[in-house]
Antibody, heavy 118, light 107 residues
Framework: QVQLVESGGGVVQPGGSLRLSCAAS????????MHWVRQAPGKGLEWVAV????????YYADSVKGRFSISRDDSKNTLYVQMNSLRAEDTAVYYC???????????WGQGTLVTVSS | AIQLTQSPSSLSASVGDRVTITCRAS??????LAWYQQKPGKAPNLLIY???SLQSGVPSRFSGTGSGTDFTLTISSLQPEDFATYYC?????????FGQGTRLDIK
């Protein structure tokens, strides 16, 4: 069965960096576009970034552009997001999600919490 | 960037009620829209894709309609497990924004 498992969350000081990982299994990872979505405490969902199935195309929300970098390692079936220059407003649960191919995210990970605080 | 506006932002209803949530896009997005249900502490769960297609395993009391700028999610007869927050999301190009959410509470 399809599984997405995020890791790498934690507490980081403002201005710091963190790399999140999303380990995928149960499907052909290299055939799927993958996304990151976040949710600040008590708030709604915010789309963060996408990487195409072949890694050639990457797009970001304006709120993270220039600070976050999405990547993938198909040999490890793993999606990453490198987060630099972190701010308090980046505090959120970060989810990875698989694009279904038909206008939706059909599988989501359980999320990993990132807290930016001094 | 395309903005999605959901209404209402919150809603109180009873078991057995018929409920409709709307999602309006700031520009036409054809049928490139999904609906999700999220319960506290859990990841979102896909209900509807391509505006009106029911995801496998989702009860048939959920349905979606619309195209262009106006979309609706309908729950035909509310069940206790349906009390949650609902989000729409568009797929008409980056950024793939979500609506602000509709919280559905028990009356």
């Amino acid at each position: 069965q399809v599984q997405l498992v995020e890791s790498g969350g934690g507490v980081v000081q403002p201005g710091g960096s963190l790399r999140l990982s999303c380990a995928a299994s149960g499907f052909t990872f290299s055939s799927c576009a993958m996304h990151w979505v976040r949710q600040a405490p008590g708030k709604g969902l915010e789309w963060v970034a996408v990487i195409s199935y072949d890694g050639r195309k990457k797009y970001y929300a304006d709120s993270v552009k220039g600070r976050f970098s999405i990547s993938r390692d198909d040999s490890k079936n793993t999606l990453y997001v490198q987060m630099n220059s972190l701010r308090a407003e980046d505090t959120a649960v970060y989810y990875c999600a698989r694009y279904s191919g038909t206008y939706s995210f059909d599988y989501w990970g359980q999320g990993t919490l990132v807290t930016v605080s001094s | 960037a395309i903005q999605l506006t959901q209404s209402p932002s919150s809603l109180s209803a009873s078991v057995g009620d018929r409920v409709t949530i709307t999602c309006r896009a700031s520009q036409g997005i054809t049928s490139a829209l999904a609906w999700y249900q999220q319960k506290p502490g859990k990841a979102p769960n896909l209900l509807i894709y391509d505006a009106s297609s029911l995801q496998s395993g989702v009860p048939s009391r959920f349905s979606g309609t619309g195209s262009g700028t106006d979309f609706t999610l309908t729950i035909s007869s509310l069940q206790p497990e349906d009390f949650a927050t609902y989000y729409c999301q568009h797929f008409n190009g980056s950024p793939y924004t979500f609506g602000q959410g509709t919280r559905l509470d028990i009356k």
